[in-house]
């Protein structure tokens, strides 16, 4: 009798054990993998929140069925990822929650892995040399900011601007190539001109997707990026071929914004 008693208890403690609901653990990071603390972590269907720890590690308990999971923190911009936990699940594979930091003001930030840190994309003028024969536009300095060819170039373009908005202002990025002295035809005949510019040459793909801040925007280049200088530029600025629409562009518009990839 003594003997069915405890396998009975063995057996109640064993399905106690078994209903604990599986635990969710994850970790806070910037997109360099450095720990957030102190992020608020809020569990899809729970009201109730944490906050991730000094190593940025933080864990929930959760129900079976798919489950959103997001993090935030004052001066980030929110993010999350969805799971999926099994009804026999006891524990859930552990997720990492990557935050960006919400630039300051306006603009494009490349997402620098050699510094880990953002780096701003200063607005650079577009010039003209040559005439309306022959002329060449580009701009005339290459960039400081130097982008790694080993990891997926990013970067962060911060604009009040909406969606529909930045798809009608005609976005580009282009390849550059740099133009010391070219023969350029002028009513007086052909002649050699110093160009010393950086002008477009190849058309670069990229894909564009709205962050949770609403003013915020990734923009990632598709594929690997070859070693060179680029530029993104609105309003094909830096392609156009019309010299007398180039200047009925507002002068705020007549810029590009330079990078190098090595």
């Known amino acids: 009798m003594r003997r069915a008693t405890v396998l009975t208890s063995l057996l109640l403690v064993t399905s106690v054990a078994c209903s604990d609901p599986p635990t969710l653990a994850g970790t806070v990071t910037n997109v360099w993998g450095q720990k957030i603390e102190g992020a608020t972590i809020r569990l899809e269907g729970n009201p109730d929140h944490i906050t991730s720890g000094a190593d940025g590690a933080f864990s929930f308990e959760v129900k079976p069925g798919q489950r959103r999971v997001e993090a935030g923190k004052k001066g980030w911009i929110k993010s999350g990822t969805t799971i999926n936990v099994g009804e026999d699940a006891d524990t859930v594979p552990s ?35 040559g005439s309306e024969v022959g002329a060449y536009i580009g701009v005339s300095k290459d960039s ?44 007086l005949g052909d002649q050699d001109v110093a160009v010393n510019l950086w002008v477009a040459k ?11 801040s609403e003013d915020d925007y990734l923009i990632t280049i598709r594929g ?28 705020e518009m007549r810029v590009a914004y330079t990078f190098e990839v090595h």
């Not at 990492?96 to 840190?117: D, S």
């Not at 190849?202 to 949770?212: H, Q, R, S």
């Open 202 to 212: 190849d058309d670069v793909a990229y894909d564009i997707a709205g962050l949770p």
């Open 95 to 129: 997720v990492t929650i990557e935050l960006h930091e919400e630039p300051a003001r306006p603009g494009f930030y490349a997402i620098n892995h050699n510094k880990k840190e953002y780096s701003h994309l200063e607005a650079s003028p577009i010039k003209v040399v």
């Open 144 to 187: 400081d900011v130097i982008m790694r060819k080993d990891h997926s170039v990013q970067f962060i373009f911060s604009s009040t601007a909406r969606a529909s908005e930045i798809s009608r202002m005609g976005l580009k990025l282009n390849r550059l190539e740099f133009v010391p002295t070219k023969e350029v035809t002028g009513v």
């Open 224 to 251: 690997k990026a070859e070693p060179g200088n680029y530029a993104f530029h609105t309003g094909g600025v830096l392609t156009s071929t019309d010299l007398n629409a180039m200047e009925n562009i507002p002068k």
